[in-house]
């Protein structure tokens, strides 16, 4: 019996397995680095069996290693009241009056198939950069990227039209009980980057969602179906379809592997809800980016790759770069911010 039937079913994969029979591409794309230069090895897997970091340990193990699993800090497992009062605020929050992006093709919003994304593994030297102005700054990796971000697309987004919601993944392993450690564990949290001056505000909000224990509404919003049953999933998802546009995005961090293999390309799904994804994964010291666009933002190839070649700017140079010369003054690292773009696997 499988993880999505009977006692052992994953609720939060069903969604995904209803929201593919509905047509809709769920699939988490997966590169590896090979041998050669520039050359990646893409796979889809099905977010049904794996979240990111699932798919992340399966990966690892298949390798023949034994990855660390990454566990939710105790201080956030929350007691039953705090857990109580964090599904009422997750109830409560709704991003339907989100800010919307410029260029949208309304027609294309039903469109269910993968967007074009593009992806940049960085070198030990950058990835070393991106550590130390995080470092600087005082606040965690997904801060840092999430605000430079935020930055990089602001000019794409109608002013004045919303909040900049984004959604951010939390692993939740080992403050909840699955039947096995790659199965969807994740819940969520939202920041709002319209406002942020700097890192620091991307965090001070990150950590009042979970002071105000908001994962945990998101852990019960998420495995509703736990309780609404097949039908009521079925006809959430009916709803949803006709949703446009209540996220900037998705910003979903694996975070840091230390051990002994070559760097990963992670890249999220996209959802006429959430039509840009952003991924990030870090292992054995070396950072991969990832951006990944719904159809229906009516972006070129150029331009999403001047996104991503933006962001790269912001996360790894520091005050006092010298263009002219491409090199950071405190390292002397040339800048190699070549973006590579594909529209299907």
């Not at 990944?292 to 972006?299: G, K, N, R, T």
Request: glycine share 8%; aromatic share 12%.
């Amino acid at each position: 019996m499988g993880i999505n039937t009977g006692k052992n079913r994953d609720w939060i994969g069903t969604w995904f397995v209803l929201a593919k029979e509905r047509g809709f591409q769920t699939e988490i794309v997966f590169g590896s680095a090979g041998e050669q230069p520039n050359e990646i090895h893409w796979q889809k897997y099905s977010h049904a069996e794996f979240d990111g970091v699932g798919l992340a340990i399966n990966y690892f193990r298949n390798l023949g290693l034994n990855p660390i699993v990454p566990t939710l800090p105790e201080k956030y497992h929350s007691d039953f009241f705090s857990r109580l009062m964090g599904v009422l605020r997750g109830l409560r929050f709704s991003p339907v009056k989100a800010a919307k992006w410029k260029r949208v093709d309304a027609a294309k919003l039903a469109d269910k198939s993968y967007g074009e994304y593009v992806y940049k593994i960085l070198s030990t030297e950058e990835t070393a950069l991106v550590l130390k102005h995080t470092k600087a700054a005082g606040v965690t990796v997904t801060s840092h990227l999430l605000w430079a971000l935020g930055r990089a697309i602001k000019n794409e987004i109608i002013e004045g039209s919303g909040p900049h919601y984004w959604m951010i993944p939390v692993n939740m392993r080992g403050a909840v009980n699955r039947p096995t450690d790659t199965c969807n564990q994740e819940s969520w949290v939202w920041v709002d980057t319209l406002n942020a001056d700097g890192a620091k505000d991307i965090q001070a909000q990150m950590l009042k969602r979970f002071a105000e224990s908001f994962h945990w509404g998101g852990w019960f919003t998420i495995n509703i179906g736990k309780w609404i049953g097949l039908k009521g999933m079925n006809w959430v998802l009916s709803q949803a379809e006709h949703v446009k546009e209540n996220w900037v995005g998705v910003f979903s961090n694996l975070g840091s592997w230390k051990i002994n293999s070559g760097p990963v390309v992670f890249v999220a799904p996209i959802a006429p809800a959430a039509p840009l994804s952003a991924g990030c994964a870090t292992v054995n010291g070396r950072m991969a980016l990832s951006l990944h666009i719904h159809p229906a933002l009516e972006v070129s190839t150029s331009e999403l790759n001047g996104w991503l070649d933006q962001w790269m700017k912001l996360v790894t140079r520091p005050k006092g770069w010298d263009d002219s010369a491409a090199k950071c003054p405190e390292t002397g690292v040339a800048e190699s911010l070549s973006p590579r773009v594909f529209n299907q696997v």
